[in-house]
């Protein structure tokens, strides 16, 4: 019973980590601006380490199962 919500946990985790991974990678392959207004080593940088850190959460979330 307990394992519905950490499946969904993981799965939001993983989904958004991807996708900002898969987001930020495009955005630095095209040379845009991942964040406006900002330094874009230090924007691309941030954005990959959000991204790695809510990957690991959702792989975490999914292997206490």
């Excluded at 900002?20 to 207004?37: C, F």
């Amino acid at each position: 019973m307990e394992s519905g919500p950490a499946i969904f946990a993981g799965m939001v985790f993983a989904l958004f980590g991807g996708g900002l991974l898969v987001w930020t990678a495009a955005r630095v392959r095209h040379r845009e601006p991942v964040a406006h207004g900002v330094s874009p080593v230090a924007s691309a940088t941030l954005a990959t380490l959000a991204a790695l850190i809510t990957l690991t959460l959702g792989a975490w979330c999914l292997t206490g199962l």
